[in-house]
């Protein structure tokens, strides 16, 4: 019972740690704010689903690059240091973002060069976690952290459609700008600086290639990075908001609501899974993935908007199954190759969800959005199946007899 003897209080009274959350709760939320933006900027400039998926999905997959060749440098600098200079290059990107009649290509060129460092900051993080956070506070801390920045999605979501409605798409992309430069502020302030724990000398391709073979040596660890991937296929629905929400009759704000609804559900699902006996966390890692997906099906019934949004919560209360994969991997993993390790693990969960969104515009520009959805669950529920069966397989080498 060693991850509930320390609680959500003891968690916060670590000064730390709620200087990291909040800078990650400010950013996150300002990032939503940004999605929402991009995807009803581009949609109304070209109506097209494909455009608007093309774009949202330029969010995830400049991580190919900058996950598996990046994310080391958290080992290799002071990884507050990463942070700080990521967030403020972040800063600067998004603000020439908000420049009026600035062309779709230089957005996109901007929106690239912005997401190439969320690898860096989320590897860094992860890195310092477990020395802010040691022994039996660390999965508490890891799972308030992911409660909390749900939480900063939905508000985010939510607030994007509003402030898109009232403010235009310029003023959520300055609101993000400005969360990138308060995070820098508060970690410059909140954290204290540590050194690198990856050994000095270490050639940065060398530092590469023992990240990947860190996460490639374990089949439990390449399981737990099967099982995030399955979010790949039930992002569909966040993917086509946009020509969703029109199919539903609405505009910005239902976009927000669609947007909001898995993230709200995701934070109902991870309070609710820290309440449950850890030795039983890890069976449920298979059969949530599967409901994460199946409950996406009940859109091929062309539901209306109140029961969309119940079905998406649905889904996001499911995949809080992620929380127990998160922590679950990073407890794994080598401390001189965790940002590394991390960075991989997060390349493949972005590429997957970034290649989810685009497949799911292209459909959506030649069928119906509620059927592009549904289609999803359906192959998201064999893909789970098959990621839970390879954790299953991976145990008895985990655990030998």
């Known amino acids: 019972m060693t991850a509930r003897a320390a609680g959500f209080r003891d968690v916060l009274a670590v000064p730390e740690f709620r200087a990291l959350f909040g800078a990650q709760l400010v950013s996150v939320t300002g990032d939503q704010l940004a ?10 400039r070209t109506n097209s689903p494909g455009w608007a998926a093309l774009t949202y999905a330029l969010t995830f997959l400049p991580d190919l690059v900058g996950g598996p060749l990046l994310s080391g440098l958290a080992d290799r600098y002071p990884p507050r240091r990463v942070m700080v200079v990521a967030d403020v290059v972040r800063a600067v990107a998004v603000t020439a973002m908000a420049w009026p009649g600035l062309p779709l290509p230089a ?5 690239v060069g912005v997401q190439l460092f969320n690898p860096v900051w989320n590897s860094a993080r992860a890195a310092l976690m477990p020395q802010v956070l040691p022994a039996e506070t660390f999965v508490p801390g890891m799972g308030l952290l992911m409660i909390l920045v749900q939480a900063g999605q939905v508000a985010g979501f939510a607030l994007g459609g509003l402030l898109v409605a009232g403010l235009g798409t310029a003023g959520a992309l300055l609101a993000d700008a400005v969360s990138f430069a308060a995070s820098a502020v508060v970690l410059a302030i909140g954290v204290r600086p540590r050194p ?8 940065w391709w060398r530092h590469v290639r023992a990240g990947w073979t860190v996460v490639v040596g374990d089949p439990r660890r390449l399981a737990l990075v099967a099982l995030g991937c399955v979010s790949g296929i039930y992002i569909a629905g966040e993917a086509i908001a946009a020509p969703y929400a029109a199919e539903l ?3 910005a704000v239902v976009v927000g609501l669609l947007l909001g609804a898995y993230a709200l559900g995701n934070v109902v699902g991870m309070a609710a899974l ?5 030795e039983r966390r890890a069976r449920l890692l298979g059969p949530l993935a599967m409901l994460a997906c199946a409950a996406l099906l009940g859109c091929a019934l062309r539901p209306d908007l109140e029961a969309t949004l119940a079905l998406l919560t649905l889904s996001g209360i499911a995949s809080s199954y992620n929380l127990i994969a998160n922590t679950t991997f990073v407890q794994l993993t080598p401390e001189a190759q965790r940002a590394q390790a991390f960075g991989f693990a997060l390349t493949a969960l972005r590429v997957s969800q ?4 685009v497949l799911a515009g292209l459909a959506a520009e030649r069928a119906a959005p ?6 999803a669950g359906a192959l998201g529920v064999l893909a789970a199946f098959g990621a839970a069966r390879l954790w299953r397989r991976a145990q ?3 655990e030998p007899s």
């Open 35 to 44: 999605r929402v933006a991009l995807s009803i900027l581009v949609y109304d």
């Open 274 to 278: 820290s309440r449950v006996p850890p």
């Open 354 to 357: 970034g290649l989810g969104v």
């Open 249 to 251: 009759g609405g505009g």
């Open 107 to 111: 957005v996109a060129a901007l929106l």
């Open 370 to 375: 509620h059927g592009v959805v549904a289609a």
């Open 196 to 203: 690198p724990r990856a050994e000095p000398g270490v050639r």
């Open 396 to 398: 008895p080498a985990a």
